[in-house]
């Protein structure tokens, strides 16, 4: 006889949360998700023979499995669990510019420290004293108490107060966070866990509004695009990867499981339980 089980109904109308496990024991965790598509395929070799219209026999020849996730929030982390990197925080040198004012002492004052000799203005020189054509720099180095500046001094006659002066330069960044890539580095592998809430029909006053989660469990995956950006004006930019499964060489076979959690009446986890816990 069959048995009705509400509580395997509802409706998924909402991004999961994510949970990244790099094969290196790093875990990234993302729960401002755009979007997410989990897509499963199935390749097979059909045999056709003898007078039959139909095929013989269909046999199995690939499987895939493959998720395509987006976060709405622009973040390293994803850079960082792609490329199998790690941020590091560190002053770092970058090539800069900007279009600044002459003031009334014929110098442009930079909030920021500069590398030496690397301030670069179209059509003069940086010398060691002002000069006709040639621009003096000095530099304010930063320290802990002491915030870093450069000023840049010209020549009466080559420029006028209130000027607008294109000006390159490498400055420091401070406590930059970076991510490299390197030429020698490969895609991350790991597992993922993706979590969606479910949602109640609305028709059950005793139902919480969420009557469980839908929780995905891939056991190893390989990040198979990595994550880039496109922008427009005024317009929020996102990262996106794909991961697709492998096959994780388990005993049990299992490169995947749906686990379906119910909820409590107000809407909580269920905590309490005598049952025996399997934890794999």
């Known amino acids: 006889m069959a048995i009705y089980m509400p509580e395997y109904?509802?409706?998924?109308?909402?991004?999961?949360t994510m949970l990244f496990e790099r094969c290196d024991g790093k875990r990234f965790y993302f729960d401002e998700l755009d979007s997410c598509s989990v897509t499963q395929n199935s390749e097979m070799?059909?045999?056709?023979?003898?007078?039959?219209?139909?095929?013989?026999?269909?046999?199995?020849?690939?499987?895939?499995?493959?998720?395509q996730i987006s976060s709405a929030q622009f973040t390293l982390e994803m850079f960082e669990l792609a490329n199998g990197a790690n941020v590091a925080k560190e002053d770092i040198g970058v090539l800069d510019g900007g279009i600044y004012t002459v003031d009334a002492n014929l110098k442009i004052t930079l909030p920021f420290e500069v590398q030496a000799n690397s301030v670069k203005i179209d059509g003069m020189e940086e010398a060691a004293a002002v000069?006709?054509?040639?621009?003096?720099?000095?530099?304010?180095?930063s320290a802990a108490a002491t915030a870093g500046s450069t000023e840049i001094s010209?020549?009466?006659?080559d420029v006028a107060e209130g000027d607008d002066v294109p000006v390159t330069f490498r400055r420091r960044v401070v406590d930059g966070q970076i991510v490299e890539i390197k030429t020698n580095s490969s895609t991350a592998r790991g597992s993922i866990t993706l979590a969606w809430p479910?949602?109640?029909?609305?028709?059950?006053?005793?139902e919480a509004s969420e009557k469980g989660?839908?929780?995905?469990?891939?056991?190893r995956v390989r990040v198979t695009a990595l994550p880039g950006f496109s922008n427009s004006y005024k317009s929020a930019?996102?990262?996106?990867?794909?991961?697709?499964?492998?096959?994780?060489?388990?005993?049990?076979?299992?490169?995947?499981?749906?686990i379906?959690?119910?909820y409590d009446a107000e809407g909580g986890i269920v905590n309490k339980s005598s049952n025996t816990v399997d934890w794999d």
């Open 45 to 67: 070799l059909t045999i056709n023979g003898g007078q039959s219209n139909f095929p013989l026999a269909q046999i199995d020849t690939s499987k895939t499995f493959e998720l």
């Open 131 to 141: 000069a006709a054509g040639k621009f003096k720099v000095t530099i304010t180095a």
């Open 260 to 262: 379906y959690e119910s």
């Open 213 to 219: 989660r839908l929780i995905l469990e891939v056991s």
């Open 9 to 16: 109904r509802g409706y998924i109308a909402d991004v999961p």
């Open 154 to 157: 010209f020549n009466t006659g």
């Open 237 to 258: 930019s996102t990262n996106q990867i794909t991961v697709s499964a492998m096959d994780p060489k388990r005993g049990d076979k299992r490169v995947a499981r749906y």
């Open 198 to 206: 479910v949602y109640s029909s609305g028709t059950d006053c005793t």
